[in-house]
């Protein structure tokens, strides 16, 4: 995969690295801000919506995208679904 013009990731060399040392940190700090912002969206979305206590529902092959739009089955997010079409 090419990245920037060049195959795989810039590696400087060890007598390079002071000069990109700004720039890795600047790239850690982004790294564990994104790591952050998963995880705070994972402890939200760590119960179901509608409110019954049970696990939410995720896609087996992809641990961050919902299944019944945050709800635990798709008989509980039927039920989540009509009682905020009656609000």
């Known amino acids: 995969m ?3 013009g060049r195959y795989g990731r810039f590696t ?7 000069y990109y040392a700004k720039r890795a940190k600047r790239e850690q700090r982004a790294q564990l801000e994104a790591a952050a912002r998963l ?3 994972l402890d939200k979305h760590n119960t179901c919506a509608n409110g019954c206590g ?7 092959t992809i641990h ?3 299944r019944h739009s945050g709800c635990c089955s798709s008989e ?4 989540w679904l009509a009682r905020s079409e009656a609000n």
């Open 54 to 60: 049970q696990p939410v529902a995720f896609y087996d």
């Open 64 to 66: 961050y995208t919902l």
């Open 76 to 79: 509980c997010e039927a039920a």
């Open 39 to 41: 995880r705070d969206w």
């Open 12 to 18: 400087p060399r060890t007598s390079q690295q002071p």
């Open 2 to 4: 090419k990245i920037n």
